[in-house]
């Protein structure tokens, strides 16, 4: 009898043949979740990235991640499901207008959220995540005026947080987190009025004011599963639910929905399926390619941001 493998086994197999390994975003779907090597978010992906060994990376997320996965690994091959999955903030933020601001004021300094282009990155003088933004941003002379890009809540949360006022802010939102409306988590508390709220700093901040923690994807899981309450309001992207479920049993996590589309998801994030992780696997494409000059600057802020740990 002709057993009929399924997607995931001829992932599985691929995944040996090209001695690849899978990295997954915690937004990505359980079933891609399941499969990985590594799940985390933006900045424990960047560093298992690198600490990797074998041939090819599969990074499921989104391209911007894939781009810090190369810069780290410029000797393997690393692929993404879809080429199309980008995200809000990188398409808010050409490089153009950071070229010129950097012409015009040269001596100010541009603190770059690791979600931005590998172009953006290389006008970059330090990058950051959501977990680190503050840290980076107090490691700089504070006679120094920072440019903080492009998440606007972000950088109103880490200049709320670092006291500095000599912080400009580019206007970029998430389309998620920025489209969660207060009212709603209003609504959310006063139907589960036992639930901590749980809120990513790319929320508004009157979200962020009725919050009990503000943190990074991974920080919000490994607080709520360490907390002792049992039902939290999550306010970040739902696929967060497969590792907060797995990790906390018994525990109830409620999400909100949206004014962008009335759910938690981001629509780059659910482009990656099984269907296209399998032939991106076989083909080996598409593939994330960096002139090397070009990598080489992206590098620089990169190394400057792991550095701080
Ligand atoms: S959730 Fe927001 S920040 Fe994250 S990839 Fe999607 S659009 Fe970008």
Redesign the pocket.
């Known amino acids: 009898m002709l057993l009929t493998k399924t997607v995931a086994e001829e992932i599985l197999e691929l995944k040996q043949e090209r001695k690849a390994v899978l990295l997954a975003h915690h ?1 990505q779907e359980p079933e891609i979740q399941e499969l990985a090597d590594a799940v985390g978010d933006s900045l424990e992906l960047a560093r298992r990235a690198k600490d990797f060994d074998g041939d090819v990376i599969a990074f499921c997320g ?1 391209w911007f991640m894939a781009e810090t996965a190369k810069v780290l690994n410029p000797q393997r091959i690393v692929i993404v499901p879809d080429k199309a999955a980008s ?3 990188v398409e808010n933020c050409p490089v153009e207008p950071i070229r010129a601001y950097r012409r015009a004021h040269p001596d100010h300094v541009i603190v770059s959220y690791i ?1 931005t282009s590998v172009e953006v990155k290389a006008e970059s003088d330090i990058l950051c995540t959501s977990r680190n933004a503050v840290d980076v941003v107090n490691s700089i002379p504070p006679d120094k005026t920072v440019l903080f890009l492009p998440d606007r809540n972000l950088g109103a949360y880490v200049k709320d947080k670092t006291g500095r006022q000599n912080l400009r802010i580019w206007q970029g939102t ?4 920025a489209t969660f409306p207060a009212r709603r988590v209003t609504e959310a508390k006063q139907q589960y009025p036992d639930a901590l709220i749980a809120a990513h700093p ?1 929320c508004p901040q009157a979200v962020l004011a009725m919050a009990d923690f503000v943190g990074s994807t991974s920080e919000i899981i490994n607080w709520c599963v360490s907390h002792p309450a049992r039902e939290f309001i999550v306010m970040t ?1 739902s696929g967060v639910r497969f590792s907060l479920e797995r990790l906390a049993p018994g525990k109830q996590f409620h999400f909100v929905a949206n004014e962008q589309c009335n759910c938690s998801e ?1 629509p ?2 659910k482009l990656n399926t099984l269907e296209k992780l399998r032939d991106a696997l076989t083909h080996l494409e598409p593939r994330v390619e960096i002139p090397e000059a070009l990598r080489v600057r992206a590098l620089l802020p990169i190394e400057r941001m792991l550095a701080l740990r």
Do not use: D, P, Q, T
């Open positions: 937004y989104v995200c809000s903030l979600n998430c389309i998620v987190h790319e992207e981001c780059y994030m």
